[in-house]
Structures are given as C-alpha cells and as structure tokens.
C-alpha cells in the first residue's frame, strides 16, 4: 500500500535537469552541466593540517556535540574573514553556522514562510532555492535580470504589488546568469529594503570568485553601513563550499538577532548543529592563513578557463548564441538567437549536443515564472582550457546538425 | 519594526529546559542534566587516522559535493553494520545518510506530516522530536510506557482511533526513560504496523549501549522478517553520536524505496548532502575494525556509573523517589514519590538540587501530552563514579532540604 506523503511535496516536481543528468554517463562525454567546482583546486594539504590541528587541540571541540549557533572559533574567523571584505560592524555573535548555505536557505523557509506567502527571486535564479521555498508554501515571482543584475525599477515595482515575504537574490556573479549586479543597484536595493520594510536575502557563494584587478562591487552587507536603516532588512548568507571545500558544508548566516535566534531554533530540530569536526577544521583553516594565497589560484585559473570558453563559444557558435562575458563565479549563461535558422529551443539542443558527445544545462527550470526556454548554462569550473576548446568546438557541430 | 515569522513557529515553544541549563554555570555544579556521551570515551586517535586516510586515498570524494543519498563506501558500511545486529536483507541502496539522526526525524516530518496530522509518541519521549515535528504542524497523541517500554495494548487504541500518520518510538534504552520494550512487545508492535497499515518509525541511537552479558532483543529492523509484511511499515534511524562521535553528524535512514526517494529530495533542499569529510571519516572507521572494542569499552565505562548511580540514588533517596535500573543507554528515569512528606515536582526539587550544587533534568517536558510533574532525568554518562557518588549525596541533601 502506498504512503500518503505531506501535502508540502505536491509543491515541488522532480527536476528535468535530473533526467538530463541521467545521459551524462555516455562514455567519453565532456560535461558543462555541474555547478561544483573542481576538485583539482582543493588546497587538501592545507585541509589535512586543519584537521589534524582540531584533533590534536581540542579533540572534544572537534568531536562532541556542539553550540547550535556553531563553532566559536569558527563563528569568530567567519566574522573576520567577512570584516576582510568591508562589512562593518560584525561580531562572532551576528552570525549562525549552517550545514552549507543550503541549509541556510532552509532556514529562512522554515523560519518566515508560510504557506501562499510570495517570495520574490530573480529570474533565473538557483534551483534549489526555488524547490527548498516551495516546500514551505512559498508563491514565487520572478524578477527579470539583465548583465548587470536584477532590473531594480521592475523589481519595485513587483515588491509594491505583491508585499513579498522576502526577495531572494545572487547579487554577485549568480547562478545561473553569471550576471554582476552594479553598484549603484546595490544602493537602489538597500533603499528600496528600508522604504519598504522588506527583507532582502542576499546569497554570496561566489563573491570571492572575481576574475579582475580589483573585486566587485561590495556586498550588499558590507554596503549596508551606506544605507542607514538597511542592515535591519537584509539577511547575508555566505559559504566554504566554492572556495574552499564543498565537502565540509561549512556555510554561514548573518541576520538580525530576532530571525538569527529563529533560525537557530529551526537548526536544533533539523540537525543540532553542524558537524564540529568539519567546523574546527575550517577554523583552523581561515587561522592558518591560506585563504589568501588559495583565492588567488583559484581565481586565475577560473579566470583563465572563463576567457577561453568566452573565445570559443564565439569562434564555434558565432551569431547563433548571446551571452555575456561573466567577470567571476563559476558560469556562462547564453541565449540561443535562432540566426539563420539555427535552433531556438535550448532544451532540443541539449540532446543534440549530448550525441556531439557535449552537455550542459537548458536555462527553462531556472526560472520560477515565464521560462526562457532559449537559455542555457555552461560551467567553465571543472573542464581544463583543453576540453573546455575541445568542448565548444562539439557545440559548434551540434548547432549545424541542429540547422 | 518587527518581522513575521512562519506560522508554523507558533506551534514550538521554548524550552523550559533551556532556562534550566541558564543556571549551570554556576561554579562547581555537578551536572547529570546533559544528553551527551562522555568525550573522555571518543577514540581520538582512531578517527585521526580514519581522517587521514581519508584525505589521503580520495581526497575528491572526501572534500567535493557527493551524492544527496550518500557517501556509497560509508552506505556500504553502515549496511553491514546493520547486518551484524541481525538486519536481514539489507543492501547499501536501502538507507540514506543524513546530518545525525536528528535529521533523519526532521525529514520525515517534512515528507509525512501535513499539518493537522497526528503522530502516536511515548509518553516521554526525546525533546527534540516533539518539537521537531510539531514544525511541520503534527498533532502529537501520548501513549504510556512503562518499564517494557510502550504499553501495546494502549497503543493499539491509540492507532486504532486516531489513525496517526506515524507511530514513533525509542524501543531501546529511550530518551529519558531509559526503558527497555520487550521482545514480546516487539513482535505485537509489528503486528499492528501490518495491521493498521501505520509506519513505525524506530529510533535507535542507544541500542548498541547495552551493560548486560548477552545483548538486549533485536531492534524492530532485526526483528522485521519474522513478521511478514512488517518491513514496509517501518523507518529505523541509527547513529554514530552516542557510540562513536556526535560532532560528526553522521546518522542514517531505513525506509522503503518510496519514502527514502521522497527524504532524499527533501534532503537535498535541506543540506545538499552531509559532511563528505566527516562521511569518509566514518567510513575510514568502520572498514578499521576499531569499532567492535571501542563499543566494549563504552559499555564497560557507562554500565559502571549506572550501577554506581542506581546504588547511590537508592541509598541516599531511599524511598523519596521509585525508578528502574537500567539495562542500557545515558539516563536515569525517576519519579519522586513524596513519601514522608518529601517533594512531589520535579520541578521545584531541580531548584533545591541547584541550590546544593547539582543539576538534572525535570521530566514534565518530555511529554507530548499529560506531563508527569514528578519525573526526572539523570544521565550517567558523562560524570565518573565519585562525582556520581558526591552529586547523589547532594541529591539526598536536596530531598531533605525540599521536605
């Protein structure tokens, strides 16, 4: 006899990015379809040291149950390393813990959704927040993005009409759009948190993951101390996991006590606590000094892989694809154009291009509402600048068998 | 201004337990309110070279995102580690690895519990499960135990006139009661799950904790196969915590394929996946065959202070307070009996025993429905013998000092 599962599940459908994934076993296929980043670029000597440092100097710390709210140490380097990057005014004890940024996002569900309650995202934004906000109840509305990020007027305009629970946002190189949201929308978003008491969730994974001279433009968090009144509305969640390790689930949330103290509460039934033992090692890690020097190589060799898919994906699909040059994080987001006849629909492209023996992801389930079904996604993270050529140069074929 | 929050945080209040563990940093208290195994017993060096040996021969699947369902090397281990308790027909593709077993409870909420639905507990039960579920909006119904464990004649009423979505036990040395359901009752409660067609869900974080020569009756997965049908009805969730380290949030879920698929979606919108590191680690110290005399050790450590606490309690209460010694697990289970005019609440003895230096935990909360005011908990695990001895003197002087 069948069970009868919880009517939160009727919200959510088994993702068609999953099926695609199934192809992904065909023999001798390159893959830009994940969204992970590449395991070559683990500083795992440093991580070997991090963790035999845990044991060794607090085997009890590193192996008992812990604090919901994390690791102290770990909570007081996470402060330092985001003071690092601009944001004032933060202590250990403005921050949680969590089980990577999932489960912050989580949190924020479990913690502010109810049931029919309107969330807005950008479209398109990340997978798993669409899904992990369903199953709360969420009604999602999608704000449309450009190259420079959330189209700040629209989304006004969208926070007026629909008095949303929150509005969710990859303001730094997002996935899937790679887009940048510029500065002087930064400033417009704060303002718009305060004139309309509307809490913004910003999702920093990929912040440190800038190809350029000079960083982008800071986090809305480290913008907040700009915009009096904003730090009360916005809610920053940061993580390890493209930086540094996502096999720790290490991630990270800071937000005003009252929703801090909340989402605290919601952690102790949904799993105590992170894992102490991979708390202690990231501790040990960010104390160690050898963030720095890992950002650095990871960052030029990202830099490096994102140059030659740009130049390639030019060279091979020339005028039959759109995209913007993404100046960090992890993806390429392109528009098919149809020139020349050439295919329109992402999702019929994909197939061919996985009998050209190439994958990656069509950009449709990214969005909540109105599917942009000529859009896809490429990762350039875990492909060498050979296969990532290589690569393109099978997309180009699976355009022309496509014509 | 301030925010709102779900509705679903109405349902969960906080912890009168939580006031209580305010006053525990008082200098020189002796504390028997904790829930945690003793970190003196954690094999240190075991999981340093399990760790290492880790990093060391897959260091990709140690540090990299990993599949929702779980590491396949720790899946597999955990597989025979069943099978050496007596599961029968129990492959690695039959459980999933979730953040300690305290997610293992949050997922089932979340793919059973619409809100409104009931879900049988014993009366007491873990903390962290009625708050757990009541999140997800469960109407929580209270069945007794007593010594045996849950009274099946009662529960069998229970079942048949609420018709719960789930029945959830801790048949095994429970959390506080410590009680020990009997083989007899085992078999008459899978039983009922093929007959009222109703998922037990088993919790089993102590069986392994057993101070007896022969091992206590198989838990309801071992027992499944002698009860045709039986499996199908129920979900068991195991633990590393209590026997080998909390701090690495290793749990696990036995369910049939449907509800396992079903936890797993939820999982990944929760977590992703837990820990790979603290994953690999574990299964690094299963394949070292360090478990087996590490649970020896254990059981001689923790049977010691139970005996200790049994004789001393009796001793210097007499017949202020009833329990049943027990056979197994952290806790002490306790009712006051007031005899002689002695205290009946538990509630004002945890302030008299503050008071004399000594804490535990009053047993009112652990109940779903029709609190016990005079039970308490005691755990023994992680104070040795003479400060079991000293903290149940202070005891006795608190009795007295109440009277």
Known sequence: MPLQFASRLDNVETSAIRELFK????????????????????????????????????????????????????????AAFEQAKGVKDLGPQDLIVTTGSQQAL?????????????????????????????????????APIDADGVQVDRLEALIAEHKPKFVYLIPTFGNPSGALLSLERRRRILELAVKYQVLIVEDDPYGDLYFTAAPPPPSLLALSDQVPGSREWLAHCGSMSKVLSPGL?????????????????????SDAHTSTFAQATAAQYLRSGRM???????????????????????????DAVAFTQPQGGLFFWARLTGAG??????????????????????????????????????????????RIEEGMGRLGQAVRAAR
């Open 23 to 78: 192809l992904l076993g065909k023999p001798g296929i390159i893959s830009f379809a994940g969204g992970f980043p590449d395991s070559a670029m683990f500083d795992v000597e440093g991580l070997r040291e991090a963790s035999q440092k845990a044991l060794a100097e607090e085997p009890g710390g590193a192996l008992q149950y812990g604090a919901t709210e994390g690791y102290d140490p770990l909570r007081t380097q996470l």
């Open 106 to 142: 989580d949190l924020l569900g479990k913690t502010l959704v109810s049931p029919g309650d309107k969330v807005i995202v950008e479209g398109p934004t990340f997978l798993a927040t669409i899904q992990c906000f369903r199953l709360y109840g969420a009604d999602l509305v999608s």
């Open 249 to 269: 689930r290490v991630g990270w949330l800071v937000a005003r006590p009252e929703l801090l103290a909340k989402a605290t509460m919601c952690k102790q039934f």
């Open 292 to 318: 720095p020097a890992t950002l650095d190589h990871v960052r030029k060799v990202y830099a490096a892989r994102a140059l030659a898919m740009g130049q390639a994906l030019q060279r091979e699909l020339g």
């Open 341 to 386: 006849g050439a295919v329109r629909d992402a999702g019929e492209f994909a197939k061919k291009a996985i009998e050209q023996g190439v994958a990656f992801v069509p950009g449709a389930p990214f969005f909540a509402q109105q599917p942009d079904h000529s859009s896809f996604r490429l990762s350039f993270a875990t492909a060498d600048v050979g």
